[in-house]
């Protein structure tokens, strides 16, 4: 049997392989992708979020858990940061799954960013296609400790849950911006912890503001809480993602979200595509003049690109 | 722009049973990250057909064991069998910690390449593992 049919077939070692591959970008990952694709937009890819230290991978082994007793099989792709400098990693997400190790309707997959820089790893989208096609029917997507606009896991998930916790100083921080408008699901963790109401009213007064703006029949993202260290929540949580996912079949949403994805895929890589072309032609003085700084970067953008209309067609 | 794709060398790190001793494992999996590669946890307790099925859901290149509270002659046998019956019999299998001299004939029998005895300069072992490294990407070029 090749590869493609051992994955598709749910084969633990050929979707493992068939990750590394993407992630390498090894050539033999882009065929396999391409004779898998057609079995891939099934599953409910269900992104995790949140600051550092709010306890993602803790509420994820809860989830994993929750969704097993749903008889549902779970995917999950767990991202790290990579050193900038060296480019290694210490993945140790998986230590907190660790119950989670010998049942086969479970796949963990540690990933390092590899200079990513939204949160996720440059193979996330691929990953989670390869999960997808090997029949697992919800893939949970683990991002880094975001700041505040890290937030690719977005666009990549049908539903994204944002992770909070009582206590981290200045009136929920790490959750501003980008992530309060993005969310489909907020979960405060560790609310055992001391300043749990003050993050609680917070929230609901930044979700009622978000309501504001929304027509009533759109998704009103539901306040959970959890304690993720004793399993606590773990029901309404799985509750919330499934009736998003209800949400989004019944309102067209989960085809929409599939293929915003795929189109989201292919343009970032034609621009990777297209600037590489480029590249290829620009005048080597060209690079030096902007290095040197003899000419703008706007300038050079400029006379690049009437260099190219100018050139005779390739 | 983006970076040339790169292969980082994927290892995974892990102790078997009750061994609970931390510190080798961990300055360990700094020298590597130090050095690019990725390196995987699995936690502690683990069992050999756990990390075994861990191994393979990573599709790591290199297992490495810390062991530090005897047993290693049973359960590190073990997970190389339990490694090449799951199809990740081409990983490099690797140890290190308190291991006795004269248990050495018996695990390299088993498939462990290279026991890091204590004492051990994790210089050594990243040399170690990139010189294999090097020799497995010559050995895998592919033809085009």
Known sequence: ?314 | MAPPAARPLRVLLAKLGMDTHTVGITVVAHALREAGMEVIFTGLKQSAEAVASAAIQEDVDVVGISSLSAGHTRSLPRLARLLREQGGGDKLLVAGGVIPQEDLPLLEQAGFARVFTMGTDTRDIVAYLQQWWRERLAAEAPPS
Not at chain 1, 88 to 100: K, Q, T, Y
Request: hydrophobic fraction near 45%; aromatic fraction near 4%; glycine fraction near 10%.
């Open chain 1, 1 to 314: 049997m090749d590869l493609a049919a051992e994955l598709l077939a749910g084969k633990v070692a050929a979707g493992a392989r068939a990750i590394r591959w993407l992630e390498d970008g090894d050539r033999r990952g882009q065929e396999l992708l391409r004779q898998i694709f057609a079995a891939s937009g099934r599953a409910h890819i269900v992104g995790v979020t949140g600051p550092p230290g709010a306890g993602k991978s803790t509420l994820v082994d809860m989830l994993i858990t929750e969704l097993r007793a749903r008889e549902r099989r779970v995917g999950v792709l767990a991202i790290d940061p990579s050193s900038p400098f060296t480019g290694g990693a210490i993945l140790g997400d998986r230590v907190r799954m660790s119950r989670h190790a010998l049942d086969a309707g479970v796949f963990i997959r540690s990933m390092g960013t590899r200079g990513a820089a939204g949160g996720l790893a440059r193979a996330t989208y691929d990953a989670a296609t390869v999960l997808d096609a090997m029949g697992y029917q919800v893939v949970i997507v683990e991002t880094v400790g975001v700041g505040q606009d890290e937030i690719d896991v977005v666009a990549l998930a049908h539903t994204t849950i944002i992770v909070a916790v009582p206590g981290l100083g200045d009136e929920v921080q790490a959750v501003k911006a980008g992530l309060m408008e993005a969310g489909e699901l907020f979960v405060i963790n560790k609310a055992d912890r001391d300043g749990f109401e003050q993050t609680r009213r917070h929230l609901e007064l930044l979700l009622h503001l978000r309501a504001h703006r929304q027509d009533a029949a759109s998704w009103q993202p539901p306040l959970l809480t959890a304690v993720a260290s004793r399993g606590e929540g773990a029901a309404a949580i799985a509750d919330a993602v499934d009736a998003h996912r209800a949400y989004l079949e019944a309102s067209g949403g989960f085809a929409d979200q599939s293929g915003r994805r795929c189109e989201q895929q292919f343009l970032m890589l034609a621009r990777e595509a297209v600037l590489g072309r480029v590249l290829e032609q620009a005048p080597p003085q060209l690079l030096a003049a902007v290095r040197e700084r003899r000419i703008d970067p706007y300038s050079a953008a400029q006379h690049l690109l009437q260099g190219l209309a100018g050139a005779p067609a390739a």
